[in-house]
């Protein structure tokens, strides 16, 4: 039995940028890329993470007055990268975290955890690229030297966000809504 829960997103820029493969999601969500210092597009992370932490925060106590032992955080992809960047910097913000498919977490600073409370699902697809799956389980073998809680493992399908869905609805009942 899954207790009610309500889900606050934040939207995914997937502007493109000129001459670049890359959209402005990727200097959003992960930390130290390889932008220019003091330019639009080496400031969005540092906003980014700003608005997640104070300005969602707000948002969530304020007006659905939702307990912080009750919070957790998902994200996918460059979302997921996020997460880590987000459990190093601020380990007490999220009781849980379920991230898929990580991409650009930027483990290297990852600090040793004295927090037993973190609970972290990390799962990839079994159908992704061979780098994206190399880096989930290095990724998840360095969380667990460093004292994390950590469910891994992988799942039938890809990159997508079906795929994704589908096991964030059973993995919500392993955080222990």
């Known amino acids: 039995m899954i207790s009610e829960f309500i889900i606050v997103g934040v939207n995914s820029n997937e502007t493109g ?18 932008a220019e210092i003091g330019s639009d597009l080496y ?20 007006y659905l007055k939702i307990k912080v032992k009750k919070r957790f955080f998902y994200g996918v992809s460059n979302g997921a990268g996020f997460g880590i960047s987000l459990l190093d910097k601020y ?7 379920i991230l898929y498919s990580v991409a650009g977490a930027n483990k290297d600073n990852l600090k040793k955890s004295n927090n037993k409370i973190s609970n972290i699902i990390i799962r990839y697809g079994n159908q992704e690229p061979e780098p994206i799956i190399d880096y989930n389980i290095a990724l998840a073998e360095l969380i667990k030297s460093k004292n994390y809680k950590v469910t891994f493992s992988n799942y039938k399908g890809g990159h997508k966000r079906i795929d994704w869905l589908n096991n964030f609805i059973k993995d919500i ?3 222990g809504l």
Not at 24 to 34: A, F, T
Not at 43 to 62: A, G, M, P, T, W
Not at 91 to 97: D, E, I, W
């Open 17 to 34: 940028i000129p001459n670049s493969y890359l959209q402005l999601r990727n200097y959003e969500y992960i930390e130290n890329n390889d």
């Open 43 to 62: 400031s969005r992370y540092i906003n980014h993470l700003e608005f997640f932490i104070s300005e969602v925060d707000e948002y969530v106590k304020e």
């Open 91 to 97: 380990p007490n913000f999220f009781k849980s975290y």
């Open 173 to 175: 009942q392993l955080i």
